[in-house]
């Protein structure tokens, strides 16, 4: 991926990560109280968007890359967002190493809120070369 594609993601993802945190929070006060993590703390949350949207740097390449190295950086990328979001989360203390459920919970939602961006992400790219596709289909049809 170029540069430019980079910080497209970057942009695009960044309101969807950021919206995805905030109902991972909400879920997490559920679970284990109202006041686990409080919610007026969002300047933590936005340093935490900020912080995991950087990570798609982890895709620049300047050549294509394959279908095994996407998957390689994928992962990457996924253990880079947990180590972000828990060093974060260890920091403004809303979460205790010394408690493993809660870190677990953490990570869970963490993982969950990244699957629901990549499906977003994949799914705007299919529709996009799906539109691009049926453009050229018209185009060189005649």
């Known amino acids: 991926m170029g540069i430019k594609e980079i910080a497209g993601r970057m942009l695009s993802s960044f309101f969807v990560i950021f919206s ?34 950087l990570a798609f740097f982890i895709f620049y390449s300047r050549k294509e890359l394959g279908r095994r190295q996407m998957f390689i950086r994928f992962g990457v990328h996924l253990l880079a967002i947990i180590g972000i979001m828990l060093s974060v989360a260890f920091y403004v203390e809303w979460v205790v190493l010394g408690e493993p459920v809660t870190v677990a919970v953490f990570v869970g939602l963490v993982a969950a809120v990244y699957v629901m961006v990549t499906a977003i992400e994949v799914y705007r790219s299919k529709k996009l070369a799906d539109k691009l596709t049926m453009k050229l289909r018209e185009r060189y049809k005649g």
């Open 20 to 53: 995805g945190s905030v109902l991972a929070m909400y879920a997490f006060n559920l679970i284990f109280g109202d006041d686990t993590i409080p919610l007026h703390n969002i300047t933590a949350l936005l340093v935490m968007t900020v912080l995991g949207s």
